[in-house]
């Protein structure tokens, strides 16, 4: 990808941003969650509420937050609630449309490991856990996922499920009776997947410049390919300025490669 | 009747060996000067609850103070992953027991509440529920379908950083809240660690405010620039450089140790190790003022 | 987005015939305006839930808008009984559902929460969950012993008066609190009536101040002394003279009607209520100020 | 009891105070209670604090409040929280020593019927009903009673149980597993009554003035009567004076004869 002229965090950034609808109640999390709503708030999405897994509702940071509860959030918010509210009163309760997600390992199914490499007991590598993840999952309205195209990132099964996708197809995830209508999208470095009838991860999209055979190396099960593949839209200028200018203009998020 | 003391008999009196602790605060507010008088003192075999364990805990884990770790996110928030806790919790040295974030804070309500248990809806992700026998279920007597349940968490003691208090423990926090409330309830001891101890009527002008009352708080401590690196809003800023600094120096053992020797038993106290941060640090952390608008409750 | 419009519109979009009304408030902030507005537009069928009935049930009941009412206590707060309510109940021509105080806000905690039931600890009397279907009981999966339960209430619509509120709905509180959170979270339409709409800049000057933000409110209406003859905190009095006479006015349905007729149907709004109370009652409810200590948010 | 020089209200009022010890969380009602706890915090009990069911924690009301969520309570006190956190945090979680009740009806067993006169669901007399007394009465540590002693008032058994005494014996309310030892004293114009070994109602002191044969008269079951049956100490002048002059001078409540 190195003849691009855009990162590859640009570029999910910018795929990301284009999923939420104006209006929409986001559950955001920092680094490019954080910069893809922002982005859109700037875009076509200027009535996007922003809420925070610290309880915050209705941020305007004025700066880029390094951490999920830098006071930038508080400032200027429209509310400050409890853990225990936002997590009751608005995601359990059905307050929020969008929730990101992003994990060690997501499957084909979409369930997230962001718990352990191995076995739970003796972990081989220690992963930080839940957090907000495994009820955003399961009650956020619509869910996005951001990640990086990697074979060990997308193996056939997660080894531990955080947060639950399609589990083992969309009919089990209906059976479950969780509110929320699980991973609608991820967004890669390569394009989007998305869920077939079955729940079953989909190629549907690319970007340009990426090819099918690149997204069926780095992808550790099968994938299918959409019958319609169709191509991402280019990043416009506009987006990658309002990105590099106002947004993260030190790079903090943007100069990874994801 | 004023409960002030120093941090330092605070935590003489009230935390032990073997004590189940939560030092509260979700990023903001998070008591770190407390977590470095406990290592000072040499507490051992403690279990550290928090839903994020956080510097603090990592720190007080390198000190080997504790035997346990309760939790449901262990990062370094915005930067990766909390070296110490992990290694320990990898190398089969540190036992731990966990939640998912809203897990965690449903057993706090539930010991704030005095309830035996609190419901959350299903998630359809079971992998935790079936590695932790404390996540149970019970059958909803109205729908018939089943809910997930939690059993309360009641710290031995719990220390809460706030902006204000009076001397007899009516504390006032503004910002981000994250669990303090639902912790200082369901503890059985809590110490307060407060950026100004003012009088009550500055509490009384604005009962609102006051998120912890009194009749729960068993030690008021003032604490100037308690949470640092963490923050207090509208005091100082959160110290991200070293919150990127501190993910370098626990590479090693060796550089951990000499940060502990350095900045936990190389000082007296929070105010000796504010000193020692130096007039750069404080000037890069200050914060220009934005005040609420003001409210009038009337004289009645 | 602005949701401003007036309370004649609001009621007349958002409470229908038949409809569960939730008219927020405990002894404080009581929207007397809006359950005035409701009787002019002659709803019926409506069935009303709150805590303590007060006056404004009492209102709607005896201008026949209601056919049922569910609450935790039924009486004149301060002097007496309710008359009209009684009378009804006890010749029954009203249906009721009731529970303790606990009962009643577990169920809209409930409702907020997204549960299907609340979990109450036991208290010996027994009478009121024989006589309630909606009481029942689950077994606490970690010590065996039962719990009692209620039922989630979500309420078509809520009114809530506040002190301020944006153009968008994001309401600010202070005083007592009582259930107007919960309520507001619980019910699937939420019309805010407020003291006074302000800039969107001094809701944002103190978020933890916002009870109620914007994303659950479907109508903001500017009602001054909306509450009256309750009262709002730091506005204005409450008006214990009138919930005084309240006790004689429904000794007789006659009195009763003439009264409905002059101060509900005869006057246009709440404004022309206001007015036609006079220059002494205002005089009376009238509250020196006592304002809050400053906080100090930062500019970060 | 005209002879006397203070009324019925005034008697029970500084009996109720002198229940009180210092440092004791009370939940408060309003009009005896009220009164009760502002003189206990004027005498002897500087530290009482008084929270009230509306959900204010530690007023210090500047005049006599006619309603329990009179603005008077909340201007000057230390802390303002929801209804839901009044009654889980504070009274189901064991933070409350005291609470006062009254009720239409108090029976040989101290329990409590603020429901209805007759049958609940064809009623003869609908009261108010339970508001926070029900867990008030459960929970708290102690529980005191105001009322003043009419035959009416204290049947052999309460027509409906609204708020829990001993029940049928004091093992019954033991074997319930409610936190609250119950109804300790029940404070009336005559004197005062308190549980026996099995949880029934015995007199245990007369006010000065008063005989056995009218609370006996006064009582719907054959009451016993403490072997030691003691007299109140009697009303002092400073207690007197402060009730009048600095609490009620309306003589709001202090004037019934309760």
Redesign the interface.
């Known amino acids: 990808m190195e003849a691009m002229p855009y990162t590859a965090s640009e570029l999910m950034c910018i795929n990301a941003a284009r999923l939420l609808q104006d209006g929409d109640v986001v559950f955001v999390g920092v680094g490019l969650p954080n910069l893809a709503c922002n982005l859109a708030r700037r875009t076509h999405a200027p009535n996007l509420q922003m809420i925070y897994e610290a309880g915050v509702i209705g941020a305007r940071p004025a700066r880029i937050p390094l951490s999920i509860g830098d006071p930038t959030l508080v400032s200027g918010a429209s509310s400050v609630c409890s853990m225990y509210d936002i997590f009751s009163f608005y995601l359990q309760r059905g307050n929020v449309d969008v929730g990101f997600l992003g994990g060690a390992q997501i499957d084909r199914f979409g369930n997230i490991n962001a718990t352990v490499i191995g076995d739970y007991a003796k972990p081989k590598v220690r992963l930080p856990g839940s957090g907000g993840s495994q009820e955003i999952a399961a009650w956020a309205n619509r869910c996005y996922i951001i990640t990086p195209h990697q074979k060990r990132r997308f193996p056939e099964k997660v080894d531990f499920c955080t947060s639950a996708g399609f589990l083992g197809s969309r009919a089990e995830r209906d059976a479950s009776g969780v509110r929320g209508k699980g991973p609608l999208v991820v967004v890669t470095n390569l394009g989007l997947l998305e869920p077939d009838e079955n729940g079953e991860l989909m190629l549907t999209a690319l970007h340009a410049g990426c090819r099918v055979d690149q997204v069926r190396e780095n992808t550790g099960w099968p994938i299918k390919i959409a019958g319609q593949l169709r191509q991402t839209e280019p990043l416009t200028e506009r987006e990658l300025r309002i990105l590099r200018e106002d947004l993260d203009p030190q790079g903090i998020y943007l100069k990874s490669g994801g | 009747?004023s409960k002030v003391c120093s941090l330092k008999e605070a935590v003489s009196a009230y935390v032990h060996d073997g004590n189940l602790l939560y030092c509260a605060g979700?990023?903001?507010l998070i008591p770190f000067a407390a977590g470095h008088e406990i290592i000072r003192q040499g507490r051992r075999d403690l279990t550290l609850a928090r839903?994020?364990p956080d510097l603090i805990y990592d720190q007080l884990v390198a000190a080997g103070c504790a035997k346990k770790v309760i939790?449901?996110?262990?990062?370094n928030?915005?930067?990766g992953?909390l070296r110490i806790i992990?290694s320990e919790?990898?190398a089969?040295r540190l036992e731990w027991e966990?939640?998912?974030?809203?897990?965690m804070?449903?057993r706090?309500?539930a010991g704030?509440?005095?309830?035996?248990?609190?419901?959350?809806?299903?998630?359809?992700?079971?992998?935790?529920e079936h590695?932790n026998p404390n996540i149970?279920?019970?059958?909803?007597?109205?729908?018939g379908?089943e809910?997930v349940?939690v059993?309360p968490l009641n710290p031995d003691v719990a220390i809460i950083h706030v902006q204000r208090a009076?001397a007899?423990g009516?504390a006032q926090i503004?910002?981000?809240?994250?669990?303090q409330?639902?912790v200082a309830?369901a503890s059985k001891k809590v110490i307060i660690t407060t950026e100004e101890i003012?009088d009550?009527g500055?509490?009384?002008?604005?009962?609102?405010?006051?998120?912890i009352?009194?009749?729960?708080v068993d030690a008021v401590c003032c604490v100037p620039h308690c949470a640092h690196p963490s923050?207090t809003?509208?005091?100082y800023?959160?110290d991200?450089v070293f919150?990127l600094n501190w993910d370098k120096i626990t590479e090693t053992q060796a550089a951990t140790q000499a940060w502990l020797d350095e900045w936990v038993y190389g000082v007296k106290d929070a105010d000796e190790y504010w000193q020692k941060l130096g007039a750069e640090t404080h000037e890069r952390l200050k914060?220009?003022?934005?005040?609420?608008?003001?409210?009038?409750?009337?004289?009645?």
Request: glycine share 8%; aromatic share 14%.
């Open positions: 009747m979700f990023t903001h839903a994020t939790f449901s996110y262990i990062g928030p915005g930067v992953s992990r919790l990898e089969g966990e939640y998912s974030h809203f897990g804070i449903s706090l309500q704030a509440a005095g309830l035996p248990f609190i419901p959350m809806n299903q998630t359809a992700a079971t992998d935790l590695n149970r279920r019970v059958t909803d007597p109205y729908t379908r809910v349940t059993p009076d007899n009516n503004w910002g981000i809240l994250g669990e409330k639902e309830f003012v009550e500055v509490i009384r002008s604005d009962p609102n405010r006051t998120l009352p009194e009749l729960i923050y809003q509208g005091y800023d959160r991200n919150y914060v220009s003022p934005a005040f609420a608008s003001p409210v009038n409750y009337g004289k009645y």
